[in-house]
């Protein structure tokens, strides 16, 4: 090609590639668009459904080009407008957390000037939020100042940058693996086996501990287990606790726990996945003993009410994170003199991600601290009040939880699990409030998970309507 050709060529390319890069005018009308159709969607949260079963229509890729509006119309029906309502108050299941609307803002203007987080040379300012939000985490859990931390996508994989670091300080690799043995309760989250099993270590005995009346694990039966593993010649080196099972509320006897762990000279992790933050309420006691874990996992888009994609993971020692996550590479070597621990990409396994720091920065620096505690003592309170409710219906409730989860059944008289399944399954279809449930002891019960930071009285008073009318359908046979 010569250059005439190649500027020609240029120029007729500008003018479709320039479309990509949207005019003011069009931006502003954009964001008006968007902020419109927000705006209903908030407006609306506290009427539609929390769970709303439909068949998806076509969201196939259209080779032709849609409008915001028809696009955002689309995306209302099919996918905001469908399935667990996760930003509503009436979203009891699992455990959600509901997404507030600061975050949204910063997750923004995060993709709009889109800096290089992971790497301190590359953005030293985003980088330096990032490291802050970890700083404030560590000063929130007393972790100690030369511990470290990243900020991740959730829990799972903050699990998994935690039980990695685990294996590579106590060297679990080759034939020592099926000799290693993990410690855990019957109610730790399954994200642990999964990260055992990614990192090369689906092979390690776990081993399950007993558990008291409350779900909580026994220390006594713990340091058993251990010490007959020792003497048999395994390897114990890992023991999982948690700080609010997903299942049951409840909170392991850390202190206890980090005693056995001490004198025996293992790796202790925390989940605090779902109940870490609870540390910042009248609960704080429950979590004595969480300075002690080696590592710690919370996600603040659970008990911070972030939009899901954030998750956090500290560790004590620094060498056995970045062990496997700090690596050089020569396109690299420009932000290679820069402070190691400076640089997030080496304390994770990601090296290019979004910039999640600042939708933790933003909304603390915005609205402090003070209304996110508001929001967790309510939820203490508005699970006691729900349980006060159902105990009224003759509901069995499950023991008083730490946190706010609790179970429940109804006690049919004949077919117990079969007809509080048809009851699970009327309130599926009720779909106003949306509640989940587990098994728990064999037995089949049904889950409320208060944790949206719009989850209010009103919202529990309409959960409990909807539960005595999906009861009343099962006692008279009249299920759908
Ligand atoms: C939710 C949860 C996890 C998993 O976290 P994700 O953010 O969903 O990956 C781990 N542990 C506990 C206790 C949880 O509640």
New binding site residues.
């Given amino acids: 090609m010569n250059s005439q050709k190649l500027i020609e060529k240029l120029e007729q390319l500008s003018i479709s590639s320039n479309e990509l890069d949207i005019p003011e005018l069009q931006r502003v009308e954009m964001l008006n668009q968007v902020a419109g159709f927000v705006n209903t969607f908030i407006n609306g949260l506290n009427t539609i459904k929390g769970f709303n079963e439909k068949e998806i229509g076509n969201l196939a890729l259209q080779n032709n080009k849609q409008s915001i509006p028809e696009l955002l119309n689309l995306y209302r029906r099919e996918v905001a407008e469908t399935g667990i309502n996760a930003a509503s108050p009436k979203h009891l299941g699992?455990?959600p957390g509901g997404g507030v609307f600061t975050a949204a803002l910063a997750d923004f203007i995060a993709a709009v000037t889109n800096p290089f987080a992971s790497v301190y040379y590359a953005s030293p300012g985003a980088a330096t939020i990032e490291n802050e939000v970890v700083n404030w985490l560590k000063s929130v859990f007393s972790f100690p100042e030369n511990s470290v931390g990243a900020l991740s996508?959730?829990?799972?994989?903050?699990?998994l940058i935690a039980c990695t670091a685990a294996r590579d300080k106590y060297k679990i690799k080759n034939e020592i693996i099926p000799k290693s043995v993990v410690y855990l309760s019957e109610q730790?989250?399954h994200?642990?086996q999964k990260a055992l099993r990614i990192i090369g270590l689906e092979d390690v005995i776990i081993k399950y501990v007993s558990l008291d009346n409350s779900h909580r694990i026994r220390p006594d039966n713990l340091n058993e287990l251990i010490e007959k593993d020792q003497a048999a010649g395994l390897n114990p080196f890992l023991v999982i606790a948690?700080a609010?099972?997903?299942d049951t509320g409840t909170i392991d006897p850390l202190n206890e726990i980090a005693d056995i762990v001490e004198q025996h000279k293992l790796w202790l992790h925390v989940?605090?996945?779902?109940?870490g933050f609870f540390i910042l309420t009248s609960k704080r006691n429950l979590f004595n003993g969480i300075e002690r874990a080696d590592s710690l996992?919370i996600?603040p888009?659970?008990g911070l009410f972030l939009p899901?994609g954030v998750?956090a993971v500290l560790v004590k020692d620094a060498n056995a994170v970045l062990h496997s996550n700090y690596y050089t590479a020569n396109y690299m070597q420009d932000g290679y003199s820069e402070e190691l621990l400076n640089s997030p990409a080496n304390l994770s396994p990601e090296l290019t991600k979004h910039f999640r720091g600042l939708r933790v920065w933003l909304p603390l620096q915005f609205h402090g601290i003070e209304p996110f505690i508001s929001c967790l003592e309510e939820k203490l309170l508005l699970v006691i009040y729900f349980r006060n409710k159902l105990s009224e219906l003759g509901f069995c409730l499950g023991p008083e939880p730490d946190l706010s989860v609790s179970y429940f059944w109804y006690p049919f008289e004949t077919d117990l699990d079969e007809r509080n399944r048809q009851l699970m399954n009327e309130i599926h279809k009720d779909g106003s409030v949306f509640l989940s449930s587990s098994i728990i002891n064999e037995q089949f019960v049904i889950r409320i998970a208060i944790l949206a930071f719009r989850t209010k009285k009103q919202t529990i008073d309409e959960a409990v309507e909807m539960i005595s009318r999906c009861l009343k359908s099962v006692l008279q046979g009249n299920t759908k």
Avoid: E, L, N
């Fill in positions: 699992y455990i996508s959730g829990g799972s994989i903050s699990t730790a989250h994200s642990v948690t609010g099972t997903t989940d605090g996945a779902y109940g996992t996600d888009h659970k899901y998750g």
